[in-house]
């Protein structure tokens, strides 16, 4: 660490922290920490209730201004926090409720370090991304946990469902702007202030396949932070790796990034990861975007599994490659009579007794073992012991590569 970043740190750390410190000398709060990556601040009351302030918007409408000003404005969210989040029924939230997309890390840190861990509500939605619900309050938002369904006395499907059509009405908007493209056309949703949770409209059944219908094309989302989004209609496959640029440049800089890679619908109208043969013009690049975001999502799963002593298998690592040629992969080893957790990989490194290793496709391992996803892990682990039988070992060595 340099000098000047030991002892004065980053302004964004300082407001953070000067922060922190205002909340937990506030009437009411029994606990709070300061999170410099997301940077927020997440607390909990005293007598029931968490919350957080998100410090991006604050910190922009501070630069310049004395710490009074600070004060003022964390006093007055604090206190509009507290009010909102007096016990609350079911009839009185059911209506603000929204969609929102996350990394799949998000579910094990919102509540972090506070009674109730892991217990937000989600449910996968594309691959390292789940689906969240939040209830929309005029100064902040509140995400729903399973806390909640057990005071509110609903099950997760209604409130997943009520968030949805919450969203019926902005989803049959923006549906009347699309018309047929001449050319190749780009469409930017901005939600700057995080209020229209329009970058959520992915998420609401048949609004992209109604896309199609009302352009004729194939539409193309991307979806680079967890504000907003970008509907490309019309490229052709020349194009493409320009879009895709465009989104790893707009995932690069965004405050909380979302997702580098391309969606689109399928036959059956469901919201899928956008693919291109090998060898097409941007394979290369949504190759390398997906083993980036793999190996993050894993990454951070990894940590913590490791941080709470999970003991009932190994939790095998899955490593970000670039090979000679410049093409990214992924791979995971499988070591032979030793329980363990295997994440999903384009590659499988078998390591047998003997020491030896070699390296198969994951679609070529699926195909000769059966692997079944294990209950409760997002991204998704694989229980694996003992390798296969020797008959099917001397099938997969003939397809290592």
Sequence with gaps: ??????????????????????????DGIESAEFDADAFEVRFRFREAGY???TLD???KRCAGQPDAERERRVGDLLRDFRTE???DTWDSVVGRLRPVLRGSERMHVELEGFEGRDLMLWRPALPCLIEMVVVDRPSTIQFVNTLDLERWGVDADQVFR??????????MNTLAAFEPPTGTKVLEFADDDGESYVGSLPLIEGWLAGVRTRTGTSPIVLMPGHL????????????????????REKYDEALRPLSPLPYTVDAEGEVVPFRVPEGSPGWQEIRGAEAGMAAHSYRVQTERLRAERYREEAVSELMHVRAPDGTEHTMTPWTDGVPTL????????????????????????V???PLTPAPGFDPPRYRVDDHPSAEVMDRLRALAR
Excluded: I
Excluded at 1 to 26: D, H, I, T
Excluded at 343 to 362: I, N, Q, Y
């Design 162 to 171: 009520a968030a949805h059509v919450n969203m019926a009405g902005l989803a």
């Design 1 to 26: 660490m340099s000098f000047l970043g030991g002892v004065f740190g980053s302004a964004r750390k300082r407001f953070g922290e000067k922060v922190l410190a205002q909340v937990l000398g506030y």
């Design 57 to 59: 918007t604050l910190f």
């Design 342 to 365: 295997l994440p999903r990989a384009h590659f499988v490194c078998l390591v047998t007794m003997t020491g030896e290793v070699f390296r198969v496709a994951w679609e070529d391992v």
């Design 228 to 247: 907003g989004m970008f509907v490309v209609l019309g490229a052709t496959a020349e194009q493409l790796p320009v879009f895709l640029e465009l989104a």
């Design 51 to 53: 919350g957080k302030l």
């Design 367 to 369: 195909a000769h073992v």
């Design 85 to 87: 989040n007096e016990p």
